[in-house]
């Protein structure tokens, strides 16, 4: 439930969360904004005096949350998009958006009608990123698991926050489609880590060996990957 407190000079909404396992206030803060975990019968004068004692500190992190949050993508014409490593620009033209966008010489052609929605503009180019996601994870997946001699019963495409693929006991491989903004190598890294599951469900010295027979320079990747994860995840 939406509640709003003023708290300096400044009126503050915040999310509050009842539960009868609680014993005490909870606050968190992080880029959603403030949460209040209270217990379920707490009365809101309660809850709203520890607010008002901690206004100081809730003013700061929300404050510095706000220092550090991604500007929201845009999308227009000359916008510079992440694909396989290297930076594509996004062209809008008048047309027919039956034609699908095309990629040549580092410009991705997308033709909208006239006036467009950004929003729709932004669904077109997610769409492609789509395609060419699978297409190229399909391919990438046939080539390690033939090398590594494992059976994939599917492939999926995901759209997680926090993880970049996943693979259950049955073969069903899903990777994230934000991959596809990453290199080639980082790629085909995540596909042999997921891929290596299928032999190793975990991630036991004899997992990583596994990984480390189709990718040998994995810790680069792994680390590259977890520096450029933000970039990747701006749209």
């Not at 206004?55 to 929201?72: F, G, K, Q, Y």
């Not at 467009?116 to 399909?138: I, K, S, T």
């Not at 990583?208 to 995840?233: F, I, M, N």
């Amino acid at each position: 439930m939406r509640h709003r407190l003023v708290l300096g000079s400044e009126e503050i909404p915040y999310l509050l969360r009842r539960s009868p396992r609680r014993r005490s206030i909870g606050l968190r803060i992080d880029p959603a904004g403030l949460t209040v975990s209270v217990p379920a019968r707490l009365p809101q004068h309660e809850w709203e005096r520890v607010l008002l004692k901690k206004s100081a500190w809730i003013l700061a992190r929300l404050d510095e949350m706000r220092s550090h949050a991604t500007p929201p993508f845009i999308w227009q014409a000359g916008q510079m998009l992440p694909f396989l490593g290297s930076p594509i620009e996004l062209a809008v033209e008048h047309g027919s958006t039956r034609i699908r966008p095309q990629l040549a010489e580092g410009v991705l052609r997308v033709l909208m009608p006239e006036p467009h929605d950004p929003g729709a503009l932004g669904n077109r180019v997610l769409q492609w990123y789509r395609r060419e996601a699978m297409a190229f994870f399909q391919h990438r997946v046939a080539v390690y698991a033939r090398q590594l001699g494992v059976e994939v019963s599917r492939l999926c495409l995901s759209n997680a926050r926090t993880r970049w693929g996943s693979c259950t006991s049955t073969g069903i491989i899903r990777l994230n489609w934000r991959l596809i903004k990453a290199p080639p190598p980082v790629i085909d890294y995540v596909v042999a880590h997921e891929l290596a599951h299928r032999i190793e469900m975990n991630h036991s010295p004899a997992f990583w060996q596994t990984v480390s027979q189709l990718c040998p320079d994995y810790t680069e990747l792994r680390a590259y990957l977890k520096t450029h994860s933000a970039h990747y995840h701006r749209f």
